[in-house]
């Protein structure tokens, strides 16, 4: 940090500049996220999950253009990404786009959408306008069904990636193509969307999420500056939906419905929406649980919803608020002062995880069957249970084959995750008592 006259420069805001290698860093540990796994282990799965990943987060960024910059709640963000891939769709299959530019294409159409739509919902603001996306996103959904000539109906609308121009050799019709695509698209959209958050305009709409009255006072526009927004967050969410169709190779009513709107949300809440690449880390999560956890457990929408509501109870500014916070209680207090708080922090999380891990698979093994619960018979030397009924849950008597250890374990579990807990509540009010003898301290000298 350069210093004047002996004393260091700061910022605007009175904290220090931040070094350009801090700036880089996430951008690094994104690019090494999405190109590093494929070649050490490169598995179809893990490109799936990759370029579900990187589908969100273009998904996730674009959500918070409207929520974390300019306030706005939506329901209905799914209807830009889900209409942009129909749109994209139907471009692609009349022929003569190459895939490379469909995702720009999507875009558009999801930019079109927003027009329309946003010219009706930024009519009102706050509560109103969740009200009229979600409104809007019903239609939509509604539309999908009734209309099955352009919306495809059940089966929806498909594409053929490798139909189109190939380009240096390449047909994208291999998975490894085609999510070398997706990730290079995300990049740059994520860039773009970086770029756009530093503009002027932008930074009117902060203006208006925090004061629209006085915004308008000093002859800004709140209602021009929420559409505006709106359009260019249907922009890129449009690129989003145009992504998972490259990926699937098909777009479905799915695409357009509540519950990817409520995805959305969900990833872009948990990764905190004051920090830019707070939605890329929800993102990340959310299709963490969607993906790799439903495939072990059919309890993985119970484990989102239940890590969604710590989040919002112990971290309201998200994952990536948490992370600065605690970032700057070590750089405040020293690794050495901190760590048996975070030792023993990690210890009781890791132990109550255990706990309720074990106690939803064992409730879930009993009602749905050997399926579930052949891991937990497996772990605690019981065997999976070999009677069913004819709907394949096993019977009472074989669910009573080692009820008892279950319970012990489960129980033991809980006792050290208590005890895990009250140790590091000890040792965060130690950290915080020296800091505050320290403070003392140093005011009294």
Known sequence: MRKQGGSPILAENGAPPRRPGRALAPWLALIAFLAV???????????????????????????????????????????????????????????????VLLPFAGGI???????????????????????????????????????????????????????????????????????????????????????????????LANAVRDNPARAAAIGCYPRRIRYGVVVLSAFFAGIAGTLGLINLELV???????????????????????????????????????????SVTRAWLFYLGLFFVVVVMAAPDGLAGFAARQTARIAAYGWRGCRAAYLWSAAAAMLWLAAIVLAVQWAYAAQFGAHEGAALYAWFGAGAPAATDVTGAPRLSTLAVAPLTLALALGVLAALAALSTRRALRAHARVTAHAHAARSTGAAR
């Not at 990759?50 to 918070?64: H, K, P």
């Not at 910059?69 to 769709?89: M, N, Q, R």
């Not at 409104?135 to 509604?142: D, F, N, Q």
Request: glycine share 14%; hydrophobic share 55%.
């Open 109 to 203: 159409g999801g930019a079109l959408c927003g027009v329309l739509f946003g010219f009706i919902a930024t009519r009102r603001a706050g509560t109103a306008f969740a009200m009229i996306t979600l409104g809007l996103g019903e239609l939509v959904v509604a539309a999908a069904w009734t209309l099955p000539g352009w919306f495809g109906g059940e089966a929806g609308v498909a594409i053929d990636r490798a139909s189109g121009p190939p380009l240096a050799g390449w047909s994208f019709g291999p998975a490894r193509e085609a999510y070398a695509l997706i990730a290079l698209w995300c990049v740059v959209a994520s860039v773009a969307m970086f770029a756009l958050s530093r503009t002027p305009f932008i930074r």
């Open 252 to 294: 479905s009513t799915e695409s357009v419905g509540m519950m990817r709107s409520g995805a959305v949300l969900i990833a872009t809440v948990t990764g905190g929406t004051a920090a830019f690449f707070g939605p890329v880390a929800g993102a990340i999560v959310l299709t963490f649980f969607s993906v790799l956890v439903a």
């Open 37 to 99: 796994p494929p070649f050490i282990w490169p598995h179809s799965w893990l490109l799936a999950y990759l370029a579900q990943s990187a589908t969100m987060i273009v998904f996730a960024l674009s959500y918070n253009l409207l929520l974390g910059e300019t306030g706005l709640l939506s329901f209905g963000h799914a209807a830009y990404a889900g209409l942009g891939a129909l749109i994209a769709a139907r471009v692609f299959n009349a022929g003569g786009m190459p895939l």
